[in-house]
């Protein structure tokens, strides 16, 4: 019995450890889509962006403000975590002055 409830609190711990945000994002000849991602605030958020065109200028996400700077090779899954902390838009986009891009808005 004691046995069954310990394993039964390591589920519940688990669970809430694992419980973050993950957003498959993919870089299309649209740009990132989707372009809009809605997190809560101090939820830790996964990005796992694909980049599916061989030609774009999205070869590489930045997030200015969260110091996030990461290539992205075609066909590969790239994961980009970050957790807001305050309520607001967080804009991210290519390398190249933002000209593809998106908003993450935390609520
Ligand atoms: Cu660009």
Redo the contacts with the bound molecule.
């Keep these: 019995m004691k046995k069954i409830i310990l394993i039964t609190m390591g589920l519940l711990l688990s669970s809430v450890a694992f419980a973050d945000k993950v957003i498959d994002v993919k870089v299309t000849r649209k740009g990132f889509e989707p372009a809009r991602i809605e997190v809560n605030a101090n939820e830790k958020v996964t990005l796992n962006i694909t980049r599916e065109v061989k030609i774009t200028?999205?070869n590489k996400i930045t997030v200015p403000s969260e110091n996030i700077e990461e290539d992205l090779p075609l066909n590969k899954t790239v994961s980009v975590e970050l957790t807001p902390n305050k309520k607001g838009e967080i804009a991210f986009g290519?390398?190249?002055?933002q000209?593809?891009g998106g908003v993450i808005v935390v609520n």
């Design positions: 200028c999205a290519c390398a190249m002055k000209m593809l």
